[in-house]
């Protein structure tokens, strides 16, 4: 259950990031959240309202696209997408897979803010 | 109201990953094996350690080690009985060592005097998967007594592991334990992944293991 600490640096980065848009609203944060990333969407949702309590963040939503595995099979020379996290073997040909291309991403895509403000840098 | 969006493209993580990039590179310029170990709370990662610790410096390496708990200096006490400088870092709540304690608990030790340094993480199969200690071996320890299906159900730390370790494998295995499915899961979920079965009581796999790491270390 590390979804606190998570909360707490997307806080950090986004408000930092807000320093060209003085006096904008966030009204939605976006993540990228791979299916190996190790965070499960509700913790981070019910972490998420009392982690942003009193910062800029505070009344935003939180919008999570989830990201399946991507891994890359030799013998079909193609990136795969896996149905989950229990096999790591190519759907198609049934080989084992070693090169993951996608799936580990924990990352903030973008932000919404209102634009009552001009930009300032 | 208009609104606007403001592509970031910023790793939630990244103050992490980019302390742990340096770390990387510290421990390359030191010419030391770092190695973190991650398992379950009870598998065994003291015991697995103490013996590593000890045997390696009998045969004339230098080691050392870090271990995180949240409370107590127990596991620390335990590995300084093996004569190698051993410090203990106490999280205090959080479930995972990040690059940030690594980076103040090696304040002090000059890296390039050593051959080895193991970090055992707290005992916990999910957060520590997420944070890059700048290590350049991730082992994941499996004990007998947890299950086959422990990979399956952790698969994401299983997933970012380097090796695996089965402890506890001693002559009289637990009922009903399969051994040959534990090879299939860890295979399932990490193809291709190095595995030592090993049990500090009998000695079994440690000769294997420390073949392993002294491979390592000769191609740092």
């Not at chain 2, 990040?98 to 050593?114: F, R």
């Not at chain 2, 079994?204 to 191609?219: H, P, Q, T």
Request: proline share 4%.
């Amino acid at each position: 259950m590390h979804e606190l600490s998570i909360i707490a640096s997307i806080v950090d980065t986004v408000t930092e990031s807000l320093a060209p848009y003085k006096g904008a609203r966030i009204l939605e944060v976006r993540l990228r959240v791979g299916a190996l990333a190790s965070v499960v969407e509700d913790s981070l949702q019910f972490c998420y309202g009392i982690a942003t309590e009193g910062t800029a963040l505070q009344g935003s939503k939180l919008v999570v696209h989830a990201l399946p595995v991507v891994m890359h099979c030799v013998p079909c020379d193609a990136d795969v997408e896996l149905e989950g996290v229990q096999s790591f073997r190519c759907p198609q040909c049934g080989e084992p897979c070693f090169d993951l291309r996608q799936g580990r991403e924990l990352e903030i895509e973008a932000i919404e803010i209102d634009d009552m403000v001009e930009e300032t840098a | 109201m208009t609104t606007r969006i403001v592509e970031l493209r910023r790793g939630i993580l990244k103050k992490n990953d980019e302390l742990a990039a340096v770390l990387r590179e510290r421990y390359a310029a030191g010419g030391v094996l770092v190695l973190n170990l991650v398992s379950s709370p009870g598998t065994g990662k003291t015991a697995f350690l103490e013996w590593t610790l000890t045997e390696l410096r009998k045969r004339g390496a230098r080691v050392a080690a870090l271990v995180g708990d949240l409370e107590t200096d127990n596991d620390a006490r335990r590995l300084a009985a093996s004569g190698a400088p051993v410090r203990q870092i106490n999280t205090h709540g959080i479930c995972h060592l990040d690059a940030e304690m690594i980076d103040k608990h090696l304040n002090g030790w000059e890296l390039g005097s050593l051959d080895y340094l193991f970090i055992e993480n707290v005992g916990n199969l999910v957060c520590p998967s997420s944070y890059d200690l700048g290590e350049a071996i991730r082992v994941v320890l499996l004990s007998v007594t947890e299950g086959e299906d422990k990979p399956l159900k952790y698969p994401t730390m299983f997933n970012s592991a380097d090796a695996a370790v089965n402890t506890k494998m001693d002559p009289a295995l637990p009922r009903g334990f399969d051994r040959e499915l534990a090879l299939k899961n860890i295979n399932e979920i990490r193809p291709g992944i190095r595995i030592f079965e090993t049990s500090v009581k009998s000695g079994l796999g440690l000769e294997e293991w420390l073949g392993y790491l002294e491979e390592k270390r000769a191609v740092l």
